[in-house]
């Protein structure tokens, strides 16, 4: 999302390459969000598309906002 790209890091991976981050964080369909705080805790997984404002309120969540 990018509104809240200065505020939480966006990283994506290649699931099918690297599968021990998949695997870590238990992705097993594409597309998954993985929203993670500062700490690394997941704050929420999305499997699939999540609506923007489910979106921005997990980021938001994370950032501790």
């Not at 200065?6 to 021990?20: H, K, L, N, W």
């Not at 097993?28 to 969000?33: E, F, L, R, Y």
Request: proline share 5%; charged share 25%; glycine share 8%.
């Amino acid at each position: 999302m990018k509104e809240m790209g200065d505020v939480i890091p966006y990283v994506e991976i290649d699931a099918s390459r690297d599968t021990a981050t998949a695997r870590e964080y238990g992705i097993q369909a594409v597309p998954t969000i993985v929203v993670l705080d500062a700490s690394g805790s997941i704050v929420k997984t999305f499997v699939g598309t999540p609506k923007k404002a489910e979106l921005r309120s997990a980021m938001e969540k994370a950032a501790g906002s």
